[in-house]
């Protein structure tokens, strides 16, 4: 297994960048740096670039609605440029609140417009000429819809690569069986080995059906918190918080992904109790009916005997990739975790 780490996209990017250096040097293999409603992530992924020599770069995520199919192409091959052909286009459909709320964009058919992105951006990246007249997307726009002087137009640069590796951030049945089925790898949040071929395990399967043999294995990106060490599960009680967070206030009753992904791991009540409270304000009673048995599921954390039996687990359910958050305060300590758990890999 490849070991990555994503930025904090709330601040501090600069001690952020220093991390990855120092963790590029001690074996991280891909860093994220992800979007929300934050500084852009592509700034950063270009001066990330800039300071680092070897370590893979990803969007995590870039909202497939905030820019045009051909902007985003384009953004992937030039940040593919810049880092040497080190860069993983992360696509996601974020959710209603931030698409609507933020980007006053409207929140519709996250399926068919990731299927129709992935099939333009693979056109820009291999210098067609960009034609697509898709349900969400045609180009050139007809001439009934605007000026009638659009034109089929190739990308004037000649990229790193002709196929740049797409990442979806996926969650549900369709989203992930498209996934499967287009995509070089896929980024499920809060991942529970032991529940997630119940939970996932046909999607897969319906999506790997259709898949070319071109694209090869998926790679799987869980995201587990990691901390290793004979005194250190009381850092489990950082990920409560977060945990909370998405499955309690990241959407309202009866439209949250996240919530939904915990009602599907068996944890219907706890799901209710946790958004209940989270959306009465009560956030710090939510984090506190976040389960333990899930913050142990989902994270690697605990001795170095028993995280190597974690980590066999997160292999035994296709993981190919840890994104890990390190717990444990100070870059020389998250410098050391990172190392430990490059030695525990093997």
């Given at each position: 297994m490849?070991?990555?780490?994503?930025?904090?996209y709330?601040?501090?990017?600069a001690?952020s960048?220093a991390?990855?250096?120092?963790?590029?040097?001690?074996?991280?293999?891909?860093?994220?740096?992800p979007?929300?409603?934050?500084?852009?992530?592509v700034?950063?992924?270009?001066?990330?670039?800039?300071k680092t020599?070897?370590?893979?770069?990803?969007?995590?995520?870039?909202?497939?609605?905030?820019?045009?199919?051909?902007?985003t192409?384009?953004?992937?091959?030039?940040?593919?440029?810049?880092?040497g052909?080190r860069?993983?286009l992360?696509?996601?459909?974020?959710?209603?609140?931030?698409?609507?709320?933020?980007h006053?964009?409207?929140?519709?058919?996250?399926?068919?417009?990731?299927?129709e992105?992935?099939?333009?951006?693979?056109?820009?990246?291999r210098?067609e000429?960009?034609?697509?007249?898709?349900?969400?997307?045609?180009?050139?726009l007809?001439?009934?819809?605007?000026?009638?002087?659009g034109?089929?137009?190739?990308?004037?640069n000649?990229?790193v690569?002709?196929?740049?590796p797409?990442?979806?951030a996926?969650?549900?049945?369709k989203?992930?069986?498209?996934?499967a089925?287009?995509?070089?790898?896929?980024?499920?949040?809060?991942?529970?080995?032991?529940?997630?071929?119940?939970v996932?395990g046909?999607?897969?399967?319906?999506?790997?059906?259709?898949?070319d043999?071109?694209?090869?294995?998926?790679?799987v990106?869980?995201?587990?918190?990691l901390?290793?060490g004979d005194?250190?599960?009381?850092?489990?009680?950082q990920?409560r918080?977060?945990?909370?967070?998405?499955?309690g206030?990241?959407?309202?009753?009866?439209?949250?992904?996240y919530n939904d992904?915990?009602?599907?791991?068996?944890?219907?009540?706890?799901?209710?109790?946790?958004?209940?409270?989270?959306l009465d304000?009560?956030?710090?009673?939510?984090?506190?009916?976040v389960?333990?048995?899930?913050?142990?599921?989902?994270?690697?954390v605990?001795?170095?005997?028993?995280?190597?039996?974690?980590?066999a687990?997160f292999?035994?359910?296709?993981v190919?990739?840890?994104?890990?958050?390190?717990?444990q305060?100070?870059?020389?300590?998250?410098?050391?975790v990172?190392?430990?758990?490059?030695?525990l890999?093997g």
């Amino acid at each position: 297994m490849r070991i990555g780490t994503g930025l904090n996209y709330s601040g501090g990017f600069a001690e952020s960048v220093a991390d990855v250096v120092a963790l590029e040097k001690a074996g991280l293999d891909i860093a994220f740096v992800p979007e929300a409603y934050s500084f852009d992530a592509v700034s950063q992924l270009g001066f990330l670039a800039a300071k680092t020599e070897r370590v893979e770069l990803a969007s995590g995520i870039f909202q497939i609605y905030t820019r045009t199919p051909s902007l985003t192409a384009m953004t992937a091959a030039g940040l593919d440029f810049v880092s040497g052909g080190r860069f993983t286009l992360g696509l996601g459909a974020s959710g209603p609140q931030v698409i609507e709320g933020f980007h006053g964009v409207k929140y519709d058919a996250p399926l068919g417009r990731t299927r129709e992105i992935i099939d333009i951006c693979r056109q820009v990246w291999r210098r067609e000429r960009v034609v697509h007249d898709g349900k969400h997307y045609q180009i050139p726009l007809p001439a009934d819809q605007g000026t009638g002087l659009g034109k089929p137009l190739k990308l004037i640069n000649h990229p790193v690569r002709e196929r740049i590796p797409i990442l979806l951030a996926s969650l549900g049945p369709k989203n992930v069986a498209l996934t499967a089925e287009l995509a070089e790898g896929w980024e499920p949040i809060f991942f529970h080995p032991e529940k997630a071929a119940d939970v996932w395990g046909a999607s897969l399967a319906e999506g790997k059906a259709k898949r070319d043999p071109s694209l090869g294995e998926l790679d799987v990106y869980a995201a587990p918190a990691l901390a290793i060490g004979d005194d250190v599960d009381h850092l489990l009680e950082q990920v409560r918080p977060l945990v909370a967070l998405y499955v309690g206030g990241m959407g309202a009753r009866g439209k949250n992904f996240y919530n939904d992904l915990a009602v599907r791991y068996g944890y219907e009540a706890e799901a209710k109790q946790i958004q209940d409270l989270y959306l009465d304000g009560k956030k710090d009673e939510a984090a506190a009916a976040v389960p333990m048995e899930l913050l142990r599921a989902i994270s690697l954390v605990g001795p170095a005997g028993y995280v190597k039996e974690r980590l066999a687990a997160f292999a035994e359910a296709g993981v190919t990739t840890l994104n890990v958050s390190p717990l444990q305060p100070g870059r020389e300590a998250r410098v050391a975790v990172v190392s430990k758990l490059k030695d525990l890999i093997g």
